[in-house]
């Protein structure tokens, strides 16, 4: 085993020349082979795009994690062109127990540039790219509105582009989201929509016995209470937007929408209350024992059902992303009415 | 009075879900919901179903059994079953509580109508409390001999509905064996018509449900490189390996009766050689796939009488260690006859006669006993057809093979040679290899969770048609007749060998040899 190897493996970041990264990389594996105690995998190109340390530390630690359950090739880029002229490199391998006590390694290269340099940054991480595996780009952060070439240079062979909508600060970003989806080949995926997933799994339950699905038609009305850290921030509103988009979406018809955003610690949903003309379905969380629980009473009567709910981290959220093999097709179809919702809100 | 099933679209709340059909909530009743395949399977599976949001809210299950439990004692004690057995395990609380609520136990004797009558009283209330709508499942986890009275009575009693004719669903799922032999196969498959349609049987191999079994048609049909080469004129030949390590355990008085040819090759080694050497179907649908498994099975060459040695070597394992264990020979087994000429080992040379096949021998083995627990497929291809590097020195080239490993470590590997680097031409065989557990991770579900939502679903593409099991015991019956008249004891293997040595010369005969799994 490579005494390389062995630096990057536990946790050292190797400094290498930029122009050496791939030659590196091979040097470090040369010598794996024959002992066969490591299996060295990879099934995506993740780029990890951020423009701070601590959001480079951040985007380090969830796709190391991300990298257990989706093998892949890491590369974090801190770009900040109001910095110091400056492009480094520095790699480390992230490894994992796997069966039979093998250890399984992806590759991990961090790219920092500053000043004029950053423009560099696009064609670097072009060359790094593993041929013929996709590619994730997770935008740490808000997006950009300006250097739009930049962008487009970064999302060129991108085919998923990864962003949490939590934080976004205006409906302008949701519009950003939008025309990558509309507009390019590259797939918009958002983590403040993978975290309604549950939501839309317990939501769909209610209708999946024969009886209830005309009543999917039926709905009249809509109340989403959220909790919020700051209710003045757009992003924290968008949960609500995209659940209320998506009903209106999935049931092709208006529905009377009420929000309904509570200060709290644990940001999401909390209690959504379906309007059916003769009953009244509720889905709520459980936050002590970790599920939605659903129920439906009034004229029709359902038996309550669970769905589980964990607190997902980032590193989960980005593995469920990851593990989707076709792109998300509802996204594209909820935005025009969640940016609608939010300029009318605005 | 009978309860209409409607038509009804699907749910468009589902578009985009990792799962966009869910089944309508029905009444699964098992049948020996006290046995082990009960606790050890079902009843974990269905639980990690419900932990993974694939049940309906709704979802029953009665278990039905001769010995008294009252509906909390059965809870409790699957909720241990499921403790210790599902995938999903430890039990999380908040699951469990809202699973537990759609589980049942009625006590009954399978042979008696009244018991049916309590079944049916708690099915009908089961209708009005939880939303099944009056359909009904009944998997019969019990020995085949009981087959017959609780599918009549499940006729008499009017206890079984059909969409076709106006009524809710009804399903059966039927464990294996399916019969002993052709005769008893078509008497089972005989009854179970008088009661219920061939679309109504859900004959369970749970081979079919594993991931690494599916994925042999992915594998195939999903990737253009391997189907123009997948054919006699590349392929040399085939292997099919599945070894226990185990031998019969608690199973000798029913394994002493049918012999590893009945157990394991006449149902899942066959299901795998018909998905290896399948025509590609016209449809991903139950009725053509299977119709393209079946052409495989009636292709199969009958084994010539009087030469059967030639192409079939059964073995009994009889004292020696297993996993540095000693290992007790098979006739001091626990319910094994101190006579018994039960096989314990079958390797057979297999032909498909048909256009894509003729003349490529599939050689297939299964064992108790055998160093490890291993079930692998390998396609042997034809070497290069010029020796373009054959006389320089140090190059010996090998065919490639292509291995499918369908447990435990599940996964793909491709064998070929390469130039070992250096300023002189030299080889070296070379592995390129797939694992399902580095590529994507998470443990794949168990293959009864599959069959049993599949079932709940109406989709019986991953279960056993009539005509396929009747057809594999057409041709696999004139060889156990054989064997069976045939006063000569299985030759014997060491427990922890790969068998008799008759098994090795099975294969070297013409120039081969078993792949090591």
Known sequence: MTDLFERAASGEEVRVDYTAIERTLADMWRGEGDEHAVTRAALWNVVAHTSTGEHHTHASETLSKSAAAVPQRTIIVRADPDAASELSSWISANCHLGGEGKRVCSEEIAIVAGGERVSRVPPLVNALLIPDMPVAMWWVGDLPHENAEYVQTLLDPVDRLIVDSVHFNDPADLGIVKRVADDTATAAADL????????????????????????????????????????????????????????????????????????????????????????????????????????????TSLPDAVTRSQLKGIDELIVRVLKQPNSDRMLPKILPLALELAQKQK | MSIVAPTVEPNPLREGLEQERVPDASCLVIFGASGDLTHRKLLPALYSLAHDGLLPAGQTIIGFARPDYTDEAFRMDIREACNKYARTRPVD????????????????????????????RKLKEC????????????????????????????????????????GPYTRVIIEKPFGRDLQTAKELNRVAVTTFRERQVFRIDHYLGKETVQNLLVLRFANGIFEPFW???????????????????????????????????????????????????????????????????????????????????????????????????????????????????????????????????????????????????????????????????????????????????????????????????????????????????????????????????????????????????????????????????????????????????????????????
């Open chain 1, 192 to 299: 403040n929509w993978i975290r309604l997933e549950e939501w839309r799994t317990a939501t769909a339950s209610v209708f999946d016995p024969p009886e209830m699905r005309e009543k999917i038609r039926a709905v009249k009305g809509v109340r989403i209470v959220a909790s919020v850290e700051d209710e003045t921030y757009f992003g924290e509103r968008i949960a609500s937007l995209f659940f209320a988009s998506w009903l209106m979406a999935q049931s092709d018809h208006r529905v009377e929408t009420t929000f309904d955003l509570q200060k709290g610690e644990r940001r999401g949903l909390i209690r959504v209350e379906l309007d059916l003309g003769d009953s009244k379905a509720t889905i709520e969380r459980d936050p002590v024992r970790c599920v939605l629980s659903t129920n439906v009473d009034g004229r």
């Open chain 2, 93 to 120: 609380d908040a699951v469990w509580d809202s699973f537990a609520k759609g589980l049942f136990y009625v006590q009954g004797d399978f042979s008696q109508p009244e018991a049916y009558n309590r079944l049916n």
């Open chain 2, 127 to 166: 209708d009005e409390t939880r939303g099944t709508g009056g359909r009904r499942i009944y998997y019969l986890a019990v020995p085949p001999q009981f087959f017959p009275t609780i599918s009549e009575l499940l006729g008499a009693e009017h206890m079984v509905t059909d969409p076709e004719r106006g």
């Open chain 2, 231 to 517: 054919n006699r004129q590349y392929i040399d030949h085939v292997q099919l390996t599945v070894a226990e390590s185990i031998g019969v355990e608690k199973r000798g008085g029913y394994f002493d009766t049918a012999g590893i040819t009945r157990d394991i090759i006449q149902n899942h080694m066959l299901q795998l050689l018909s998905l290896v050497a399948m025509e590609p179907p016209v449809a991903f649908d139950a009725d053509a796939v299977r119709d393209e498994k079946v052409k495989v099975l009636r292709a199969l060459r009958e084994f010539p009488r009087g030469r059967e040695e030639e192409f079939a070597v059964r073995g009994q394992y009889t004292e020696g260690s297993v996993s540095g264990e000693h290992a007790p020979g098979y006739r001091e087994e626990e319910s094994v006859k101190a006579d018994s000429r039960t096989e314990t080992f079958s390797a057979l040379k297999v032909f498909v006669d048909n256009w894509r096949w003729a003349d490529v021998p599939f050689y297939i083995r299964a064992g108790k006993r055998l160093p490890k627990r291993v079930t692998d497929i390998s396609i042997h291809f034809r070497p290069a057809p010029y020796p373009l590097f054959k006389k320089l020195p140090g190059v010996q080239t090998q065919p490639n093979v292509l291995a499918i490993r369908i447990q435990p470590d599940e996964g793909i590997a491709l064998k070929f040679d390469s130039k070992v680097p250096g300023p002189t031409v030299r080889t070296a065989p070379v592995t390129m290899e797939f694992r399902y557990a580095t590529s994507f991770g998470a443990e794949p579900p168990e293959a009864y969770e599959r069959l049993l939502l599949e079932t709940m679903l109406g989709d019986s593409t991953l279960f056993a048609r009539r005509d396929e099991v009747e057809t594999a015991w057409a041709w696999l019956d004139p060889l156990l007749r054989t064997w069976e008249s045939d006063s000569r004891p299985p030759k014997p293997y060491s427990a922890g060998s790969w068998g008799p040595q008759e098994a090795d010369a099975l294969i070297e005969r013409d120039g081969r040899k078993w792949r090591r799994p």
